[in-house]
């Protein structure tokens, strides 16, 4: 098992043996909206609460999340759920402003080149959870993630969303040989987004539970009270009673792997 | 889970919810190294043989396998073990010499789409592994796996091996994915090839674990009593204590996903 | 520019400073049909004839060719146009049969790692067209062609077909930069195939014409009297109008790179 | 042919018609070595002028660009010159630094996803070159400069540089069908990049001329006064005898593809 320094993420501490469990929507989309899931998965395991504020769309034309509106909700359901607050930035102009309500950074799969952002973002003294861009080669990854650490940042998540292939069946390829190399060979915590790497909930759980004994230390899963009715992604989030499954068999896996919830 | 109809590989019923353990040497080296492994990993719970008589290799300079040489000795070890043999096939015309000494076929990854040779074993009466191509779609490996049912051989169990991408850190990129995705769409049974999918024996167990929990419903592994001198792809098999870690934790594992051995 | 041993394809000698252009239809329907498009594309400049009795389709339900029945409608339309005639071969059980009637022989891109058949036409004493698989690395590609010059038969044309990635706009992607580190690296005359390149006639002459700018020595080019009416692979046939603006450039570019028709 | 508003850069026009011809060394590294570099590209009919001053590099420990340093150098040569001057830029807060010494952004490959830089591009009224990010969909591109035109900026320059795909023998794979495609299906300029599309000078010259012929509207291409000696991607740059070879074939070649350089 490799070895890191411990990481904190609000008040969960995230060290070798602890596995991490993120969950939440793909955005914001209100305040009963995002309370309500945060509720829901804190009572079936999770550390810490995901949820996009500004989205980084393809198209110009899709939502792009709520903006500046979302920071006050994710404060109030922070405070109310007291969770950690992981959300996506896109913008080395806004380190500062999500400073005040982000326990972690994530730096999403198309910004995993974003040089000036990663340096920005090692400057800081929060975690930077650093998503692997889908035509990223594992080492220029690592790379990556020096760049926030030449900086001064030690606390560097990685994490594996799936990689862009020629198979088009699934929305990406989820390369869970990647962890397996990462864990032998470099001392980063490694988890793992399911839903991206899938695209598909009902292919979720079985990924999500692979990635754990593949070697990953946690996981960064998309919840929605109603998934048909998400602004964004919905075809990819858990509904509770999906989410409620996975964390059984999760609880049920980790002694094999050696690893604790929390 | 899905459904397919019991697969008899030598002495061995395939059926939903049995697992099946298949492992041996890239190669046939000779009667003592065949019969070593065999005797081994019967005894950590392997229930087929597997061993290549005639290899496809891409250098015509690299070994090519023992080829006619091979047959006796796999009788030979079939005899004195009793365990089912799988072998590799890459000509039309050697589907007849095969049937004395196969108890399945095995079409290797660079075949898929050999239909030559795919409607040659639409006509026997033994099970075919259909190994995925490199770079074939799933859809084509579905497609390729009924040009055997078209023959009237219904015994086709699919096997995941890796798939070619822009990554180059592991031989290639194991698509568990397309394991899950099979298992939700399609009744045909799929086994996981670590050996070729991470070309690493270190990264062997963990993978092979991680397609279990993604939905295989078997394995087929390199083993060989000492990898350094294999006359093939030795930097891939394991030995027979790493092959014993797997076996065990396989065996944890298996409750788990409602599979058991044989 | 590279060297390599003239080659004979019926009356045409293929050899450095020459330029081979072949045509023809996707598949060989009927004699009149085949006869019609053989007439054209020599009229045109096409130097030998190309069109498929064995389809080596995906989905087995496509049409599969006429068969043996294709035999006798080459025979006469070879006989009545005097050109050379070039057809997929997918079985090493067929060389025999083929060469009565072919004067060159085309691997298809599926069958590039066949070594069963890439050795049985090294027997022969008749030229091999060996498309790229596509998925083929280039290093893997002289491999291939290393095989049937280990059999003695030296006379091995490469063709390009182009390579299958994440992009899907494009049937393929033509790999021209392969064409070009071909002509600088090895002695092996290099042709091109825009027509399964691209998957769209539009597409086809532009890209044609850079694939002999990017060094090929030859084109393969499908062309049909009707392509919306064609059997297999309409959407990336040339009619004769098309065929005919096309060679129209060619002969205008050729100058510019040192080579001539024929 | 496709159409599109003229677009200035420095005293040029470049419009449907027109062919671009951009060069320039990989990096500014002094006044001298910039002043040398573009005084020849012009005599040998460049139009403007191409130089790296924030070098984006996946090795945070690789050679980063003079920075600001460069931004003097880059106005004495454009004065003495007369040229127009392209550069690349990595950050949104760097485009009003910027607009005093280019007269286009160049958005590399690793940013054709960054959209707070599209859009902060989308403000100014300067031309933006927008590379293909080296995994972006021909789809993804053209939403990614739909990202820019929403903001009211018109003024975008598609360039192709080159995919990532399986194969390594050359640096990218260059995807001149994707030229070919966009020229037909939208009204863009697409220019080629030939010199990080292959990484190997001697392979620039067929290729830059092969995209010509596949539709592209110009060429961007690294020259450097010493190859062996530059401070970056030297194993790429053409000295000035290679692009006097190329400006001489290229001169040749635009009468057939009906273009005229300037």
């Known amino acids: 098992m490799n070895k890191w320094t411990p990481i904190s993420i609000g008040h969960v501490t995230f060290q070798p043996g602890n596995f991490l469990l993120v969950a939440g929507p793909c955005s914001i989309e ?20 995901r949820g996009g504020m500004f989205k980084l769309r393809t198209d110009p034309d899709s939502f792009q999340g709520l903006g ?20 996506e930035i896109t913008d080395p102009r806004q380190v500062g402003d999500f400073y005040d309500v982000v326990d972690c950074y994530q730096v999403g799969s198309r910004n995993m080149h974003n040089y000036a952002l990663l340096k920005e973002l090692g400057k800081v003294d929060k975690p930077v959870l650093l998503k692997r861009g889908f035509s990223g080669l594992i080492k220029e990854w690592i790379l990556a ?3 926030v650490r030449r900086g ?20 990406n390829t989820f390369d869970l040989n990647a962890i ?11 988890i793992a987004d399911p839903s991206h790497a899938t695209g598909d909930s009902e292919l979720v759980t079985p990924m999500a539970l692979a990635a754990v004994v593949a070697g990953a230390d946690g996981l960064l899963v998309e919840v929605h009270q109603k ?35 929390g």
């Open 227 to 261: 998934p048909e009715n998400a602004f964004s992604d919905g075809h990819q989030a858990l509904n509770f009673s999906q989410f409620a499954t996975l964390t059984d068999k999760l609880k049920q896996l980790l002694p094999l792997v050696d690893k604790q919830l």
């Open 30 to 49: 209100g305040h009963d909206q995002f309370l309500e899931v945060g509720g829901e998965v804190q009572k079936l395991g999770a550390q810490a609460l």
């Open 145 to 147: 993630a020096d760049y």
């Open 180 to 190: 397996a190399y990462i864990k032998k060979h470099y001392d980063f915590p490694v």
């Open 152 to 171: 001064g940042n030690e606390q560097v998540i990685l994490c594996e969303r799936g990689i862009r292939t020629f198979e088009t069946a699934t929305r």
């Open 68 to 87: 500046r509106e979302a920071f006050n909700i994710a404060k109030q359901v922070k405070e109310k759920t007291g969770m950690g607050f992981i959300s």
